[in-house]
């Protein structure tokens, strides 16, 4: 039981993590990726380990995630619309100056 | 191409390095000599219902030491790659603005509204709900040899407090002085319990030099609550003080 339970919370992981990959929009991709660390939480609730879980729920979650779009934010610029910032996610792979 | 298959390869060698983990997982019905001895010696020894605070406090101490000084070096680290500016009212409403259009907000008058700060709803919901983050943060860390928890958790909950906060009211400056001497204070004075256990009890960072006192009650678990509430009070600083800085600036 408890193995089927951890099997469908990593099939799910491993749908946020690829939804984090693929998806246009970095915004998106940033909020997947702290999904994934929830339900990473969960899978420690159910392996009876809450101190971790807490921890994971409060790091990977809500403060990478915050941490995350607040550098987002300072790349770019006030004012852009959302049609640049789709745009932009191939062009996000070379670094600028 | 080939950074994407270099990037694979990578991938690859670490799933390899992580796979005997896997494979040979079962879960254990009986635990494990070394940790049948820490439950029941926290229990007997030092008197905290929480075993894995007994563990992370007391018998390895050391890697708890070992922790916070990373943090706080990457903390400085962060410190030192990104300064802060002094920020106007004016500042902040671009700075609100700013936040608004990278959420992907399109239409008109949200762009309008965005030029505005933060809405009615975060406003009144932060000012409602950062105290209680706050409790509940010093509430969990306080509480760490009695329940599941303890000082990075409740660190980490009180810095959520303060992004919220930020969030809610983006043109009030943090302290930094106060926050940057608060979390000096509670690193020192978690080395000086270090240093009270080697001088009153077995060793460094031996909580037993205060009474164990009665098994859950509060006050009990001798210096483990002090100990874990002066980490907690550092962490949450350290992260608030952190996040703050990355808060997204323009130069002047």
Do not use: W
């Not at chain 2, 940057?180 to 030099?209: C, K, N």
Request: contains cysteine.
């Amino acid at each position: 039981m408890t193995t089927a339970i951890i099997l469908v919370l990593g099939a799910i992981m491993v749908c946020a993590a690829i939804v984090a990959l693929l998806h246009t929009s970095l915004v998106t991709s940033i909020l997947s990726a702290g999904a994934v660390s929830l339900v990473a939480s969960i899978i420690y609730l159910v392996l009876a380990a809450p101190d971790v879980a807490m921890t994971e729920a409060a790091i990977g979650s809500a403060l990478t995630t915050i941490v995350f779009l607040f550098a987002l934010s300072r790349l770019r610029e006030p004012g852009r619309t959302s049609d640049e910032t789709t745009q932009t996610r191939s062009g996000e792979e070379h670094p600028h100056g | 191409m080939a950074n994407r298959l270099i990037a694979l390869l990578v991938v690859a060698g670490l799933a390899a390095m992580l796979l005997p983990l896997v494979i040979g997982f079962t879960f254990h019905e009986d635990t494990p000599a070394l940790g049948a001895e820490y439950i029941e010696r926290s229990e007997t020894d030092l008197g905290a219902a929480n075993a894995v605070t007994a563990v992370v406090v007391t018998y390895r101490g050391l890697d708890t030491l070992g922790e916070v000084t990373v943090l706080f070096a990457a903390t400085a680290g962060v410190g030192f790659v990104i300064t802060r500016r002094r920020r106007t009212p004016e500042f902040a409403v671009r700075e609100g603005r700013s936040v608004g259009a990278h959420a992907g907000i399109e239409s008109t008058e949200a762009s309008s509204l965005a030029g505005q700060g933060p809405s009615e709803i975060l406003r009144t919901a932060s000012r409602f709900l950062a105290p209680v983050l706050f409790l509940f943060g010093a509430y969990i860390f306080v509480h760490g040899h009695l329940t599941p928890g303890g000082g990075f958790q409740g660190g980490v909950v009180i810095a959520s407090a303060v992004v919220l906060g930020i969030f809610g009211a983006p043109d009030r400056q943090l302290a930094h002085g106060t926050m940057t001497t608060i979390e000096s204070l509670s690193g020192a004075s978690y080395v000086v319990l270090g240093i009270l256990g080697l001088v009153l009890a077995a060793g460094f960072l031996d909580p037993t030099f205060l009474p164990a006192g009665s098994f859950g009650a509060l006050a009990s678990a001798g210096a483990i609550p002090i100990i874990y509430s002066v980490v907690g009070i550092k962490v949450g600083t350290e992260l608030a003080g952190v996040v703050d800085r990355l808060r997204s600036q323009e130069q002047d």
